[in-house]
């Protein structure tokens, strides 16, 4: 019984770690994601509000007004257009006292027209 006591708030520790490590991996990938389809956007149209708009229009909606985007698209063919994005994630479990990470992806593309 006392070895119960001792290792169930362990293995729960460890639980919740690991849903908060899965949550973070996915919204990295997610914010990946839309730092590319900027780019993408960023490197056919000259206005960088359109490429801010796909990012925040891929991103999730609980978490696209709080992304900070960055868009770097010079007027020349070829050269490169950067869509930077950064997200701020605190995480939900009270065990890690309110602790937070900022989340971040560039994507580069050259520029079509």
């Known amino acids: 019984m006392v070895e119960f ?3 169930v708030p362990l293995v729960l520790v460890v ?7 899965v949550t973070v991996a996915r919204l990295q ?3 990946t994601h839309a730092a590319r389809e900027g ?3 960023a490197a ?5 509000a359109n490429a801010v708009a796909a990012v925040r229009a891929t991103l999730p909606a609980r978490i696209a007004g709080d992304a900070r ?3 770097t698209r010079p007027a020349r063919v070829g050269a490169q257009a950067r869509v930077q994005v950064v997200v701020p994630y605190r995480f939900a479990a009270a ?14 593309m050259r520029v079509e027209r």
């Open 44 to 48: 056919t149209d000259v206005d960088p």
């Open 29 to 31: 990938l997610e914010v």
């Open 95 to 108: 065990l890690f006292g309110g602790l937070g990470v900022e989340l971040g992806a560039t994507a580069v």
């Open 5 to 7: 006591a001792v290792v």
């Open 15 to 21: 639980l919740v770690a690991a849903v908060e490590l």
């Open 39 to 41: 780019a993408r956007q």
């Open 69 to 71: 985007v960055s868009v």
